[in-house]
């Protein structure tokens, strides 16, 4: 056999392969909404709060929603208080603070990752079914009490279907 002709063969059993790797990944069958914003220079300032905004359709079934949560090894605490401003589409608005716990007593992360990045996913609201239907704004300001957050890579939300 020819060098040329097996290439291509070997090439396009890559790409097949690839392809294959992509769509299996991708397939997400809980997932009803996933934004994650990056933070500039690992750094989230006190008064740049990360916007995510999401269109919600479904007002009658039970949601899963999480913050994921990547930050490296130069963060300095073992939790993360975060201001939760949700923009309901009737424009009223409601605000929270919740604290994300990223580190056990011992100060051993949670979460998964390698090397000096951490990635988590911070369950915060369980079954919660949304009173109407259109355009959610959620604005996510770190609370900890310094103008720069050192550490934090991205913060984001995902919203989930209950699994049956």
Sequence with gaps: MNKKVSGNRNFRTGLFMAFISIVMLSCDPNRVFEENVHIK????????????????FDTVSPLMVYFNIRHNNDYRYSNLYLFVDTYFPNDTHRRDTIECMLADPS?????????DIREIRILVMNRVVFP????????????MRVDDLEGIEDVGIRIEKMQE
């Design 132 to 143: 109407m239907a259109g355009m959610y704004r959620f604005q996510l300001q770190q609370a």
């Design 41 to 56: 220079g690992s750094a989230w300032n006190l008064n740049d709060p990360v916007i995510v905004e999401t269109e919600i």
């Design 107 to 115: 100060g051993k992360w949670y979460g998964k990752g390698l090397g």
